[in-house]
């Protein structure tokens, strides 16, 4: 079996919460290969509630690293806001999704697809507060879903459905065998 590539884009007050759900859980399901990709830099990154995470490389390193199997957008208002910004993650996106590579983002992260026109068309959901910008110019179908999957755009709702994001991502790069298999100890 191939192991998949993942590559995790985050920085400065992004919820540390998600991340630590997601990035705890996928190598535990054989994905050995995570990136973490700060956005700017691999400097340290203090997240919104003061977690420190050490990116493994800047995007812009861990784009010539790729392809990846999936990237992943955290949540967080303002890294939401800067990663919407970013030419480098427009690039990365546009990238992944010419190539019908998973991306996956979670709480206001997918405000950044909206922003790089990821996805048009497709079933989204997001954190209920970013679901206004997330409609803007309805170029989505919106779900109340915990975690949407339409296509190679997988997106969730918040800190609260973070596992259940994490194990999508697994089911759909993995199967569903190795889902349940990381799932079983989470007593979920």
Same mark, same amino acid.
């Given at each position: ?15 540390d919460?998600?991340?630590?759900c997601?990035?705890? #859980?996928l190598?535990?399901? &054989? ?21 420190v995470?050490?990116?493994?490389? %800047? ?11 999936? &990237? ?41 697809? $909206?922003? #790089? ?11 209920? $507060? ?6 803007n110019?309805? #170029?989505?179908?919106? %779900? ?21 994001f ?7 790069? $993995?199967?569903?065998?190795m ?6 100890? $989470?007593?979920?």
């Amino acid at each position: 079996m191939d192991v998949p590539c993942v590559c995790y884009v985050f920085f400065y007050d992004d919820d540390d919460r998600t991340m630590v759900c997601v990035s705890s #859980h996928l190598p535990t399901a &054989i994905l050995t290969l995570v990136t973490v990709a700060g956005l700017t830099c691999k400097e340290p990154i203090t997240c919104s509630r003061d977690v420190v995470i050490c990116p493994d490389s %800047s995007l812009q390193d861990a784009a010539k690293q790729g392809p990846y199997d999936v &990237i992943v957008l955290p949540g967080g208002n303002l890294g939401a806001q800067n990663l919407s910004e970013s030419p480098a993650v427009k690039e990365v996106l546009k990238d992944q999704d010419c190539r019908n590579g998973l991306i996956a983002a979670i709480c206001a992260g997918p405000t950044a697809l $909206l922003a #790089h026109e990821i996805g048009y068309g497709k079933k989204v959901t997001s954190h209920p $507060l970013a679901k206004d910008k997330v409609m803007n110019g309805d #170029h989505y179908i919106y %779900s109340e879903a915990r975690v949407e999957i339409d296509g190679n755009v997988l997106t969730s709702r918040g800190p609260g459905t973070s596992f259940e994001f994490g194990l999508a991502i697994i089911e759909k790069l $993995l199967g569903k065998e190795m889902a349940d298999k990381v799932k079983a100890p $989470l007593v979920l």
